[in-house]
């Protein structure tokens, strides 16, 4: 069952937040967007759309925020991922902030996850969640 969530940003393409399957929710790549607007929280583009500047930590709390929603909308909770693949742009750069929040809104359930560097995302992000989750 494709699942929309009202609250989060569009999809970029032709794709639902989440998709259901039996007990399991599988959400579509999640970026910091937010929902009707082309603003990214923490970038700053050029008058060609390319990143002039990026703050990673408020992009990290806006990918969180929007997968919560997402979460939310489906029936399930932060607390019921169990698989998270992380794309981040630089992971020089970034890893160590993004691993320190990251930390901070995963004390009681860790869940999986890996992390790699994408040499870019569909939109001018710096990091994209891909998440997997249970629903009681």
């Known amino acids: 069952m494709d699942i929309s969530a009202d609250q989060a940003p569009e999809p970029v393409g032709a ?16 970026g910091p967007r937010k929902k ?4 990214i929280p923490g970038v700053t583009l050029n008058e060609v759309g390319e990143i002039v500047a990026y703050d990673i930590e408020i992009q990290c709390h806006s990918v969180f925020k929007n997968v919560k929603l997402i979460l939310e ?12 693949t992380v794309y981040l742009t630089n992971m020089k750069k970034d890893f160590a902030t993004f691993n320190r ?3 901070d809104y995963f004390t009681i359930n860790q869940p999986c996850r890996t992390t790699v560097e994408v040499n870019a995302l569909p939109t001018p ?3 994209e969640l891909k998440c997997i989750a249970v629903i009681e």
């Open 15 to 30: 794709y639902p937040h989440a998709k259901r399957v039996g007990n399991l929710l599988f959400l579509s790549g999640v």
């Open 36 to 39: 009707g607007s082309k603003e």
């Open 73 to 84: 909308a489906s029936g399930s909770k932060w607390e019921n991922l169990v698989d998270v």
């Open 101 to 103: 929040i990251y930390a």
């Open 125 to 127: 992000i710096a990091i």
